[in-house]
Protein backbone atom coordinates (compact mmCIF):
# COMPACT_ATOMS: atom_id res chain seq x y z
CA UNK A 1 0.00 0.00 0.00
CA UNK A 2 0.76 3.90 -0.46
CA UNK A 3 3.39 5.08 2.09
CA UNK A 4 4.02 8.19 3.75
CA UNK A 5 3.56 10.99 1.36
CA UNK A 6 4.97 14.83 1.38
CA UNK A 7 4.72 17.73 -0.55
CA UNK A 8 7.30 19.47 -1.64
CA UNK A 9 10.26 17.38 -1.63
CA UNK A 10 12.13 20.60 -1.72
CA UNK A 11 11.51 23.62 -1.20
CA UNK A 12 13.22 27.26 -1.59
CA UNK A 13 12.37 30.36 -0.04
CA UNK A 14 13.36 33.82 1.04
CA UNK A 15 14.19 34.64 4.93
CA UNK A 16 11.42 36.47 6.22
CA UNK A 17 8.85 34.50 3.89
CA UNK A 18 6.22 32.03 5.24
CA UNK A 19 5.67 28.34 3.93
CA UNK A 20 3.46 25.50 4.21
CA UNK A 21 4.92 21.75 4.37
CA UNK A 22 2.21 19.18 3.49
CA UNK A 23 2.12 15.75 4.98
CA UNK A 24 -0.09 12.78 4.19
CA UNK A 25 -0.19 9.81 6.76
CA UNK A 26 -0.70 5.90 5.72
CA UNK A 27 -4.37 5.57 5.65
CA UNK A 28 -5.97 4.69 9.08
CA UNK A 29 -2.88 5.52 10.65
CA UNK A 30 -4.23 7.69 14.11
CA UNK A 31 -1.03 9.33 15.28
CA UNK A 32 1.53 11.48 13.06
CA UNK A 33 4.37 12.80 13.76
CA UNK A 34 6.92 15.98 13.00
CA UNK A 35 10.05 15.57 13.20
CA UNK A 36 13.04 17.87 12.08
CA UNK A 37 16.61 16.52 11.08
CA UNK A 38 19.37 19.19 10.54
CA UNK A 39 22.91 18.27 9.68
CA UNK A 40 24.85 17.24 12.58
CA UNK A 41 21.94 17.36 15.09
CA UNK A 42 19.76 13.97 13.97
CA UNK A 43 15.97 14.09 13.80
CA UNK A 44 14.47 16.09 16.52
CA UNK A 45 10.75 16.00 17.35
CA UNK A 46 8.24 18.45 16.35
CA UNK A 47 4.93 17.64 17.40
CA UNK A 48 2.79 14.56 17.56
CA UNK A 49 -1.01 14.05 16.34
CA UNK A 50 -3.45 11.52 18.03
CA UNK A 51 -7.09 10.92 16.67
CA UNK A 52 -9.18 14.12 17.82
CA UNK A 53 -6.98 15.22 20.85
CA UNK A 54 -5.27 17.91 21.30
CA UNK A 55 -1.69 17.90 19.87
CA UNK A 56 1.78 17.95 21.67
CA UNK A 57 3.61 20.68 20.76
CA UNK A 58 6.19 20.60 23.51
CA UNK A 59 8.79 20.09 20.46
CA UNK A 60 7.99 23.21 18.39
CA UNK A 61 11.47 25.33 18.64
CA UNK A 62 9.09 28.69 18.54
CA UNK A 63 6.05 30.41 17.99
CA UNK A 64 7.03 30.61 13.93
CA UNK A 65 6.26 27.00 13.73
CA UNK A 66 2.38 25.76 14.13
CA UNK A 67 0.75 22.56 12.79
CA UNK A 68 -2.57 21.36 12.19
CA UNK A 69 -3.87 17.87 11.33
CA UNK A 70 -7.46 17.98 9.14
CA UNK A 71 -10.17 15.04 9.76
CA UNK A 72 -7.77 13.30 11.29
CA UNK A 73 -5.43 12.58 8.05
CA UNK A 74 -3.45 15.08 6.53
CA UNK A 75 -1.15 17.35 8.26
CA UNK A 76 0.27 21.17 7.46
CA UNK A 77 3.44 22.56 9.40
CA UNK A 78 3.48 26.38 8.92
CA UNK A 79 6.57 28.10 9.22
CA UNK A 80 5.69 31.64 9.55
CA UNK A 81 8.72 34.69 8.92
CA UNK A 82 11.33 31.99 7.80
CA UNK A 83 15.25 32.01 9.54
CA UNK A 84 18.06 30.84 8.00
CA UNK A 85 18.32 28.55 10.89
CA UNK A 86 15.19 26.44 9.67
CA UNK A 87 16.90 25.23 6.85
CA UNK A 88 16.62 21.64 6.89
CA UNK A 89 15.02 18.10 6.46
CA UNK A 90 11.40 17.91 7.79
CA UNK A 91 10.17 14.74 8.19
CA UNK A 92 6.80 13.68 9.06
CA UNK A 93 5.64 9.82 10.58
CA UNK A 94 2.84 7.96 11.25
CA UNK A 95 1.83 4.78 13.04
CA UNK A 96 -1.10 2.76 14.67
CA UNK A 97 -1.16 3.44 18.40
CA UNK A 98 -0.48 0.17 20.07
CA UNK A 99 1.86 -0.95 22.17
CA UNK A 100 4.95 -1.10 19.57
CA UNK A 101 4.08 2.30 17.62
CA UNK A 102 6.07 1.40 14.45
CA UNK A 103 6.29 4.54 13.10
CA UNK A 104 6.57 4.75 9.35
CA UNK A 105 8.78 7.90 7.73
CA UNK A 106 8.05 9.47 4.74
CA UNK A 107 10.56 10.80 2.56
CA UNK A 108 10.81 14.44 3.77
CA UNK A 109 10.40 18.11 2.56
CA UNK A 110 14.26 19.98 2.21
CA UNK A 111 13.45 23.51 3.10
CA UNK A 112 16.65 25.75 2.55
CA UNK A 113 16.10 29.34 3.44
CA UNK A 114 18.23 31.90 1.59
CA UNK B 1 20.38 17.19 27.25
CA UNK B 2 21.48 14.40 24.52
CA UNK B 3 19.60 11.68 26.23
CA UNK B 4 20.49 8.79 23.68
CA UNK B 5 24.23 9.36 22.84
CA UNK B 6 25.45 7.37 19.67
CA UNK B 7 28.92 6.45 18.67
CA UNK B 8 30.65 5.94 16.03
CA UNK B 9 29.78 8.72 13.75
CA UNK B 10 31.56 7.33 10.82
CA UNK B 11 32.32 3.53 10.31
CA UNK B 12 34.24 1.98 7.62
CA UNK B 13 34.05 -1.60 6.92
CA UNK B 14 35.45 -4.29 4.58
CA UNK B 15 32.42 -6.73 2.76
CA UNK B 16 31.42 -9.25 4.62
CA UNK B 17 32.67 -7.73 8.08
CA UNK B 18 31.04 -6.78 11.53
CA UNK B 19 29.84 -3.22 11.95
CA UNK B 20 29.06 -2.51 15.11
CA UNK B 21 26.81 0.78 16.45
CA UNK B 22 26.81 1.73 20.08
CA UNK B 23 23.89 3.89 22.26
CA UNK B 24 23.66 4.91 25.42
CA UNK B 25 20.60 6.45 26.59
CA UNK B 26 19.72 8.10 29.80
CA UNK B 27 16.28 7.88 30.78
CA UNK B 28 15.12 4.48 32.49
CA UNK B 29 11.73 5.39 31.50
CA UNK B 30 12.63 4.27 28.23
CA UNK B 31 10.96 0.71 26.96
CA UNK B 32 11.21 0.71 22.98
CA UNK B 33 14.94 0.91 21.08
CA UNK B 34 14.21 0.89 17.56
CA UNK B 35 16.92 1.24 14.45
CA UNK B 36 16.54 2.79 12.15
CA UNK B 37 18.47 2.97 8.52
CA UNK B 38 18.59 6.23 6.03
CA UNK B 39 19.31 6.15 2.81
CA UNK B 40 20.63 9.97 1.37
CA UNK B 41 17.61 11.14 0.46
CA UNK B 42 15.47 8.84 1.77
CA UNK B 43 13.07 9.10 5.05
CA UNK B 44 14.24 6.90 8.09
CA UNK B 45 13.10 3.21 7.93
CA UNK B 46 12.59 0.85 10.51
CA UNK B 47 15.00 -2.03 10.86
CA UNK B 48 15.20 -3.82 14.04
CA UNK B 49 13.31 -2.93 17.38
CA UNK B 50 14.05 -4.49 20.93
CA UNK B 51 12.04 -4.00 24.43
CA UNK B 52 13.72 -4.59 27.38
CA UNK B 53 12.50 -7.97 28.81
CA UNK B 54 15.07 -9.50 25.97
CA UNK B 55 18.47 -9.06 25.73
CA UNK B 56 18.94 -9.67 22.39
CA UNK B 57 17.03 -10.16 18.79
CA UNK B 58 18.10 -11.03 15.72
CA UNK B 59 16.84 -10.35 12.05
CA UNK B 60 18.72 -11.99 9.68
CA UNK B 61 22.36 -10.22 9.25
CA UNK B 62 20.89 -7.56 11.88
CA UNK B 63 21.35 -8.25 15.64
CA UNK B 64 20.16 -5.49 18.89
CA UNK B 65 21.89 -6.57 21.92
CA UNK B 66 20.73 -4.57 24.90
CA UNK B 67 21.96 -3.92 28.60
CA UNK B 68 19.48 -2.95 30.66
CA UNK B 69 21.73 -1.93 33.72
CA UNK B 70 24.30 -0.36 31.74
CA UNK B 71 21.12 1.59 29.84
CA UNK B 72 23.02 0.75 26.21
CA UNK B 73 22.36 -0.99 23.22
CA UNK B 74 23.94 -1.59 20.09
CA UNK B 75 23.72 -2.77 16.24
CA UNK B 76 25.23 -5.67 15.11
CA UNK B 77 25.39 -6.37 11.14
CA UNK B 78 26.80 -9.26 10.53
CA UNK B 79 28.30 -9.74 6.60
CA UNK B 80 28.08 -6.18 5.83
CA UNK B 81 27.70 -5.73 1.91
CA UNK B 82 27.76 -2.47 0.45
CA UNK B 83 24.42 -2.20 -0.38
CA UNK B 84 24.46 -1.79 4.26
CA UNK B 85 26.13 1.66 3.01
CA UNK B 86 23.65 4.25 4.54
CA UNK B 87 23.19 6.74 8.03
CA UNK B 88 21.64 4.52 10.77
CA UNK B 89 20.36 6.12 13.78
CA UNK B 90 19.55 4.58 17.19
CA UNK B 91 16.07 5.98 18.99
CA UNK B 92 14.05 5.00 22.20
CA UNK B 93 10.77 5.92 23.48
CA UNK B 94 8.60 5.48 26.26
CA UNK B 95 5.40 3.51 26.21
CA UNK B 96 4.15 5.27 28.99
CA UNK B 97 4.58 8.91 28.05
CA UNK B 98 1.64 10.86 26.34
CA UNK B 99 3.31 10.96 23.18
CA UNK B 100 5.93 7.95 22.18
CA UNK B 101 8.11 10.87 20.71
CA UNK B 102 11.07 8.66 19.29
CA UNK B 103 14.48 10.71 21.20
CA UNK B 104 17.21 9.60 18.10
CA UNK B 105 20.87 9.54 18.53
CA UNK B 106 22.93 11.48 15.62
CA UNK B 107 23.88 9.03 13.38
CA UNK B 108 26.32 6.89 11.86
CA UNK B 109 27.50 6.94 8.16
CA UNK B 110 28.48 3.15 7.62
CA UNK B 111 30.29 2.67 4.43
CA UNK B 112 30.78 -0.62 3.32
CA UNK B 113 33.90 -0.74 1.21
CA UNK B 114 33.72 -3.95 -1.79
Known amino acids: GAGVSQSPSNKVTEKGKDVELRCDPI?????LYWYRQSLGQGLEFLIY????????KSGLPSDRFSAERTGGSVSTLTIQRTQQEDSAVYLC????????????FGPGTRLTVL | QQQVKQSPQSLIVQKGGISIINCAYE??????FPWYQQFPGKGPALLIA?????SEKKEGRFTISFNKSAKQFSLHIMDSQPGDSATYFC?????????????FGKGTLLTVNP
Open chain 2, 91 to 103: AASNSGGSNYKLT
Open chain 1, 49 to 56: FQGNSAPD
Open chain 2, 27 to 32: NTAFDY
Open chain 1, 27 to 31: SGHTA
Open chain 1, 93 to 104: ASSIRDTYNEQF
Open chain 2, 50 to 54: IRPDV
